[in-house]
């Protein structure tokens, strides 16, 4: 792939997700995870990811989603679109199963986290990208343990709500799952070839 089409991709792929974020954004009462409506509107589990509790939140987020793919060039616009359809409903499920606690809940920030581990942790295998992805790894859990032990850093005053440091939790595992199964079935797919 050349770089011009490779530029091109990235920016179409970014701007498809941004725009879709955006339109479920101006109805967001439809999209958020509100644990009542669960699971008998079970697109929540998915759309509660894509909305935001208001447009700095939503400015915030695209800008850190808008990073991923230029960071991280061995990554695939679509192995991206798959790892966000598969992180979003395990940490709505997550927050479904093991945190009754949590009754509403918008915001990509969870996705993120997972993308970032589950993209950082495959990029590993790769020379070139071998000190940074860990690098973005060590940075991850170093912010995961901060949030967990001192307390989230700062965010909620600037998009104006708490943050729910559970979704970034639950996004990392979701990614270092995701990660690791991906990893695990390029070994595999290598000795039956």
Excluded at 6 to 19: E, K, T, Y
Excluded at 141 to 151: H, R
Aim: glycine content about 6%; proline content about 3%.
């Amino acid at each position: 792939m050349n770089k011009d089409h490779f530029l091109i991709s990235r920016i179409i792929f970014i701007a498809w997700c941004a725009s879709i974020s955006a339109c479920m954004q101006v109805f967001s009462d439809r999209f958020i995870y509100w644990r009542e409506d669960l699971p008998q509107q079970f697109w929540r589990f998915w759309t509660a990811h894509w909305v935001h509790v208001g447009w700095m939140h939503f400015v915030l987020n695209m800008l850190a989603f808008a990073c991923l793919p230029f960071i991280f060039p061995q990554s695939k616009n679509w192995q991206l679109l798959i790892l966000i359809l598969c992180i979003s409903p395990i940490i709505s499920l997550g927050f479904y199963w093991f945190m009754p606690y949590i009754s509403a809940y918008a915001g990509f920030s969870g996705v993120l986290h997972g993308l970032y581990v589950a993209v950082a942790l495959v990029s590993l295998k790769y020379k070139k990208e071998r000190n940074f992805a860990g690098l973005v790894l060590g940075l991850v859990i170093a912010k995961i343990v901060w949030e967990n032990t001192f307390g989230n850093t700062g965010t909620a005053q600037l998009i104006g709500s708490p943050v729910l440091i559970e979704s970034h939790l639950l996004g990392a595992l979701s990614g270092a799952l995701a990660g690791s199964v991906y990893l695990c079935w390029i070994k595999l797919k290598v000795r039956v070839s």
